[in-house]
């Protein structure tokens, strides 16, 4: 691993607070789009995107693809997806003619499973994403500068302050959020005007897509995340949170709870 992924100290914010404010005032009305122009004009090659393929991930796929933005793509492949997921990657690459860089954990499955017991996912689900997400990300994103995200307010309540643009402390780069305005309607309308390929788990009441052990069906009135280690109290895999502690922490060797 790149020895910049385990140091404590973080990096100096290439804007600062008022920058920063600034940024945002200046994005607060443009489309995804033109947000995703300000980022490559901004950052150039040094900006990457890493997709889960949700339906919002497709749709910033689709956007890089007609914007013919020059935007290293990657996903974090945990070796856990649905077989769904495997297909839209293929399918994704084809219709937009982009490649999707698979980043894998250091560590397989079964060598996770000697080490930490099986399954994982169910008995200490948040190492369990550390080791095969947030890890991961943190080496993928050593040498970028900028990183895109596909979040948005509306999806849960650790979203709904996220900024356009800020510097995200915990890896160490600016992040860029171009769908963070949109609402899931505005996102359901971006697929069926420009035909985007989606997981079709959507259609099957996956409102919410990660890991198949961690990822079950949303029933009607439930939360659109409530599917997502249902028998936990986790709402997130910790790549777009703030706590440094559990990361840092499995970096220096302490694989405790």
């Known amino acids: 691993m790149n020895g910049n992924a385990a140091s404590n100290s973080p990096a100096q914010p290439r804007f600062d607070k008022k920058e920063l404010e600034a940024i945002n005032r200046e994005l607060q009305g443009a489309s995804p789009t033109e947000i995703l122009r300000w980022a490559s004009r901004s950052f150039g090659s040094k900006l990457t995107f890493a997709t889960g393929f949700g339906a919002e991930g497709c749709v910033l796929i689709d956007m890089i693809a007609r914007a013919d933005l020059d935007v290293d793509l990657f996903t974090l492949d945990t070796g856990l997806f649905f077989q769904e997921t495997y297909d839209l990657w293929a399918k994704l690459e084809h219709s937009t003619g982009l490649t999707i860089r698979g980043v894998r954990p250091s560590t397989t499955l079964e060598q996770q499973s000697l080490l930490h017991g099986e399954e994982l996912w169910k008995t200490k689900p948040d190492l369990c994403c ?18 895109a995200s596909a979040i948005r307010r509306d999806q849960t309540p650790d979203r709904n302050q996220t900024p356009i643009v800020s510097f995200d402390s915990k890896f160490s780069l600016v ?6 305005n949109w609402t899931f309607q505005d996102v359901l309308n971006y697929i069926e005007r420009h035909k985007v390929p989606i997981n079709p788990l959507h259609q099957q009441g996956y409102p919410s897509i990660g890991c198949a052990p961690c990822t079950s069906p949303v029933q009607a009135g439930e939360d659109p995340r409530a599917g997502r280690w249902r028998s936990h109290q986790k709402t997130e895999c910790g790549l777009h949170t703030n706590n440094r502690h559990t990361t840092l922490r499995i970096i220096q060797g302490d694989a405790g709870s």
């Open 175 to 180: 992040k860029v959020s171009p769908l963070i």
């Open 130 to 147: 550390t080791i095969r997400k947030v890890l991961p990300l943190k080496e993928a994103l050593t040498g970028f500068e900028a990183w």
